[in-house]
């Protein structure tokens, strides 16, 4: 393992509420991403963080939030969880912004918006 | 439009059995192209980078190779537990763009 812990593994939530999932890594790697995983898409990125306090917007941004407070936290967060954001939430880091730079994933969060 | 398209969708061997998985793209300024196998329940587990046709890389019973139009991953010999799902990326674009375009997979199922 990459030295990246994902927090919760899982979560129930309903719609409406707000939502806060946690990603913390050992690394000491400069970038931090959140993705999406869903049936029939594939891996969709919400969020990255070229460093603390430096976010920038994926291709599924819309309803999430990211901070990066610290170089080894980045934590995702539902303003107001909706169904359509159950999914399987992964976080990823990388060393480089660099091309070619591999991501490594953490092992996700199942949500579950009810 | 960047693209990356895997097949076969799903694939079911017997061990021992060898074949390869393909992995089609368009993409404006190819600058890497990602293998990762992910385990059901388990976050994607980096395999190799290539970045040039021509280029070949392997591991254990795992070689990648690509072309300018596609990569394959070539499974010699597979054991049950090279069962798993095989996903291809992309990424292109210039200066330091983090765009990573990802196949679907391919399910791959190694029976003993």
């Known amino acids: 393992d990459a030295g990246i812990t994902q927090s919760p593994r899982h979560k129930v939530t309903e719609t409406g509420t707000p939502v806060t999932l946690r990603c913390h890594q050992t690394?000491?790697?400069?970038?931090m991403y959140w993705y999406r995983q869903d049936p029939g898409h594939g891996l969709r990125l919400i969020h990255y963080?070229?460093?603390?306090?430096?976010?920038d917007k994926g291709e599924v941004s819309d309803g999430y939030s990211v901070s990066r407070s610290k170089t080894e936290d980045f934590l995702l967060t539902l303003e107001s969880a909706t169904s359509s954001q159950t999914s399987v939430y992964f976080c990823a880091i990388s060393e480089s912004g660099a091309g070619g730079s591999p991501l490594h994933f953490g092992n996700g969060t199942r949500l579950t918006v009810t | 439009e960047d693209q990356v398209t895997q097949s076969p969708e799903a694939l079911r061997l017997q061990e021992g059995e060898s074949s390869s998985l393909n992995c089609s793209y368009t993409v404006s300024g190819l600058r890497g192209l990602f293998w990762y196998r992910q385990d059901p329940g388990k976050g994607p587990e980096f395999l190799f980078t290539?970045?040039?046709?021509?280029e070949e890389k392997e591991k254990e019973r795992l070689k990648a190779t690509l072309t300018k139009k596609e990569s394959f991953l070539h499974i010699t010999a597979p054991k049950p537990e090279d069962s798993a799902t095989y996903l291809c990326?992309?990424?292109?674009?210039?200066?330091?763009?983090?765009?990573?375009?990802w196949g679907l997979g391919t399910s791959l199922a190694v029976n003993p």
């Open positions: 990326a992309v990424q292109g674009g210039a200066g330091n763009n983090r765009k990573l375009i």
């Open positions: 290539l970045y040039s046709a021509g």
């Open positions: 963080s070229y460093g603390v306090k430096d976010t």
């Open positions: 690394e000491n790697h400069r970038y």
